[in-house]
């Protein structure tokens, strides 16, 4: 079982962190820090379907779970890097339904998607793998071990969030609360009680459906305040603003 959907079934909550500095020697170090899982990020960062396989590899032999945000709903964008090995996908400005099953067709093999299949880096480039399992069983096992997540950050995705996570093939959804705040007209404003609203809506459509729920946060001092809140993962931050901000403060301190 995909360790992420184990660790929310057991009540753990998950901790992580965008990877935008682009190389593997970065995620090999988050690797050392006692996170869960990384999100290498095709939407905002350097990345491509080589360089994310490299940040894959590293998190993979790391201990990581490697999550990626992909950078559109297409079928390339979403099929490389799950046949490169990504445990699952984080997909960007959705605003309707008709966004997220086409998500699902390009996502999930058959009878809940219409992935591609081939023997690919996720099954060491054999068929009939993992575990020689006949090719039905292996299509359902990688439906049930790859995430795919929905990036609700949009009013079109919040007003449709109750059918987005009854989905087949809809593993959870991911907060954006900056963009989110943005089309919701206060940016910003977090801690806004519409706001609010919107983050306990959204658990509560995860929670009926027994989908993940998850959250970025730039601040530290409320990534508990997430999890008491009802979220089952939080995204703190990325590897170059803790650097920045670490290596400020140490120089502040300092000089």
């Known amino acids: 079982m995909n360790k992420l959907r184990e660790m929310a079934n057991k009540g753990e909550n998950a901790l992580g962190t965008f990877?935008?500095?682009?190389?593997?020697?970065?995620?090999?170090?988050?690797?050392?820090?006692?996170?869960?899982?990384?999100i290498v990020d095709n939407e905002h960062g350097p990345f491509d379907v080589e360089s994310s396989l490299e940040c894959i590899r590293a998190a993979e032999s790391s201990g990581l779970v490697p999550l990626c945000r992909v950078r559109?709903?297409?079928?390339?964008?979403?099929?490389?890097?799950?046949?490169?090995?990504?445990?699952?996908?984080?997909?960007?400005?959705?605003?309707?339904?008709?966004?997220?099953?086409?998500?699902?067709?390009?996502?999930?093999?058959?009878?809940?998607?219409?992935?591609?299949?081939?023997?690919?880096?996720?099954?060491?480039?054999?068929?009939?793998?993992?575990g020689e399992l006949p090719l039905d069983?292996?299509?359902?096992?990688?439906?049930?071990?790859?995430l795919l997540i929905p990036q609700c950050e949009t009013v079109g995705c919040l007003e449709h969030i109750e059918e987005i996570t009854a989905l087949e093939g809809v593993?959870?959804?991911?907060?954006?609360?900056?963009?989110?705040?943005?089309?919701?007209?206060?940016?910003?404003?977090?801690q806004n009680p519409k706001m609010i609203a919107a983050f306990e809506?959204?658990?509560?459509?995860?929670?009926?459906?027994?989908?993940?729920?998850?959250?970025?946060?730039?601040?530290?001092?409320?990534?508990?305040d997430y999890y008491k809140m009802g979220f089952d993962m939080v995204t703190f931050g990325m590897d170059a603003s803790v650097m920045v901000n670490g290596f400020k403060k140490l120089v502040a301190d300092n000089k």
Request: charged share 25%; hydrophobic share 40%; glycine share 12%.
């Open 137 to 146: 069983q292996q299509m359902k096992y990688w439906n049930e071990e790859t």
């Open 201 to 224: 809506r959204i658990i509560k459509a995860c929670k009926a459906a027994g989908k993940l729920s998850i959250i970025f946060t730039a601040r530290e001092d409320w990534i508990q």
């Open 19 to 38: 990877v935008e500095l682009g190389g593997a020697n970065v995620v090999e170090a988050l690797g050392q820090t006692g996170l869960d899982f990384i």
């Open 171 to 190: 593993d959870g959804i991911f907060v954006g609360p900056f963009d989110l705040s943005i089309s919701m007209g206060m940016p910003g404003d977090f």
């Open 72 to 130: 559109e709903i297409a079928r390339p964008a979403i099929l490389k890097l799950l046949d490169q090995g990504a445990a699952g996908l984080i997909v960007p400005y959705i605003e309707t339904v008709e966004q997220v099953q086409k998500l699902i067709e390009f996502g999930k093999y058959a009878p809940v998607g219409k992935r591609g299949y081939s023997g690919s880096r996720k099954d060491r480039w054999c068929f009939g793998k993992p």
